[in-house]
């Protein structure tokens, strides 16, 4: 692959370990109003945004969440830890889950596990998920570079320009199909959760 393209995926993966998710410390141990969680989503998870002007999160998608069951209703229009927290996991899985199957995930969750007194509850959850997630960046670092080395060897015989996009395409078409495959396993996992 033409050089400047490939320090860029280079630079790309070397910012894996720096997206990451938000830590437990840096959400307030005090309930907050609608305006106070948008801000500090957008604020906590900036690096997550493609462009700037994206929003994280806002009131609209919080009342639909709401009304599609996703997330408990707020007390007195007041959103505790715990909301924001299964507001952190609803904005991974919306990125690649329906609203359906971000709803047979977290039902059980928000069920057995939000306002837990006894046993386990939200805050545990995330924590130990949060722990396994850190722990698999550079599992998935190591992965996406033996694809990026995999579509580099591809369409050798390609004249230098189309030789160039050929296997920038490759290398898409590469991480796409994975996505694919590992959409495939969540879903049928998500089927058997569901029957």
């Given amino acids: 692959m033409e050089r400047k393209h ?3 995926i280079l630079s790309i993966l070397e910012q894996l370990p720096q997206m990451e998710h938000i830590k437990l410390s840096e959400i307030p141990n005090i309930d907050l109003y609608m305006d106070q969680v948008t801000s500090f989503m957008d604020e ?3 690096r997550s945004k493609r462009r700037s002007e994206d929003k994280i999160l806002t009131k609209t998608m919080i009342n639909n969440y709401a009304k599609n069951k996703l997330l408990p ?3 007195k229009k ?3 830890k715990e909301h ?3 507001l952190i996991f609803i904005y991974y899985f919306k990125g690649i889950l329906s609203l359906n199957d971000i709803q047979a995930l977290m039902k059980p969750v928000t069920e057995r596990f939000f306002h837990g007194e006894e046993g386990l509850n939200v805050e545990d959850i995330y924590r130990e998920v949060y722990s396994l997630g850190k722990e698999q ?5 190591e992965e996406l570079l033996k ?5 580099s060897e591809s369409f050798e015989d390609a004249p230098g320009e189309d030789q160039d996009f050929l296997q920038i395409f490759s290398f898409i078409c590469l991480l796409c199909f994975d996505i694919y495959l590992r959409k495939q396993v969540i879903e049928k996992l998500l089927d058997s959760l569901t029957s």
Avoid: G, T
């Fill in 84 to 86: 924001m927290l299964l």
């Fill in 6 to 8: 490939s320090e860029l």
């Fill in 147 to 151: 694809s990026y080395e995999k579509a």
């Fill in 44 to 46: 906590h998870m900036q």
């Fill in 137 to 141: 960046i550079s599992v998935i670092k």
């Fill in 78 to 80: 007041r959103y505790s």
């Fill in 73 to 75: 209703p707020p007390a």
